[in-house]
T-cell receptor, first 114, second 115 residues
Framework: SQQGEEDPQALSIQEGENATMNCSYKTSINNLQWYRQNSGRGLVHLIL?????REKHSGRLRVTLDTSKKSSSLLITASRAADTASYFCATFEGYGGATNKLIFGTGTLLAVQP | ETGVTQTPRHLVMGMTNKKSLKCEQH?????MYWYKQSAKKPLELMFVYSLEERVENNSVPSRFSPECPNSSHLFLHLHTLQPEDSALYLC??????????????FGQGTRLTVV
């Protein structure tokens, strides 16, 4: 079942600008993760934020989580052409046991123009 | 290099063929996953294995048959597929399922085309 939905579906910006992507989800979560995928390749983990955290930073990435609104945002500052990729949020459902699973959203396609 | 290796990278098969996708992880993880990624659709979770035991089967047609002989290897056996099964098949692993406070590591995927 699909859990997260990213917004916007596609985003085109100039190098140096900031890019913001949003993710909404439906059920209670243990944590929320953001991944990046270059065209036709595997996904690469970027950052994980736990349900009791509100904000997290990693290099040029900033992630926020609002559990009351069931939403998260990913901010990439000072974007580079190499940031061009699809970005996915993923939520981990379950709190132990065999039914835990990582569910991905629909993704945002980011294009950074040089 | 993520520590998860998938082979082959590309596969073209007829609808009557039988083939297998292979995934191997060198990370010492206990959980492994198969995902299907079709054009303009979200990643679909197909199967989850934890400690070599299948714990999730997301209503996947029986023409897809997973196998996990040990915690480092995961296979997806394919037979009598349909053209709509053409997609990128991604394997992933994570430390465990119990807490979920770990990231998933993905292979590069197998691009499958059914003709």
């Amino acid at each position: 079942s699909q859990q997260g939905e990213e917004d916007p579906q596609a985003l085109s910006i100039q190098e140096g600008e900031n890019a913001t992507m949003n993710c909404s989800y439906k059920t209670s979560i243990n944590n929320l993760q953001w991944y990046r995928q270059n065209s036709g390749r595997g996904l690469v983990h970027l950052i994980l934020i736990r349900s009791n955290e509100r904000e997290k930073h990693s290099g040029r990435l900033r992630v926020t989580l609002d559990t009351s609104k069931k939403s998260s945002s990913l901010l990439i500052t000072a974007s580079r052409a190499a940031d061009t990729a699809s970005y996915f949020c993923a939520t981990f459902e379950g709190y132990g046991g065999a039914t835990n699973k990582l569910i991905f959203g629909t993704g945002t396609l980011l294009a950074v123009q040089p | 290099e993520t520590g998860v290796t998938q082979t082959p990278r590309h596969l073209v098969m007829g609808m009557t063929n039988k083939k297998s996708l292979k995934c191997e992880q060198h990370l010492g993880h206990n959980a492994m996953y198969w995902y299907k990624q079709s054009a303009k659709k979200p990643l679909e979770l197909m199967f989850v294995y934890s400690l070599e035991e299948r714990v999730e089967n997301n209503s996947v047609p029986s023409r897809f048959s997973p196998e996990c002989p040990n915690s480092s290897h995961l296979f997806l056996h394919l037979h009598t597929l349909q053209p709509e099964d053409s997609a990128l098949y991604l394997c992933a692993s994570s430390q465990d399922l119990a807490t979920g406070n770990t990231e998933a590591f993905f292979g590069q995927g197998t691009r499958l085309t059914v003709v």
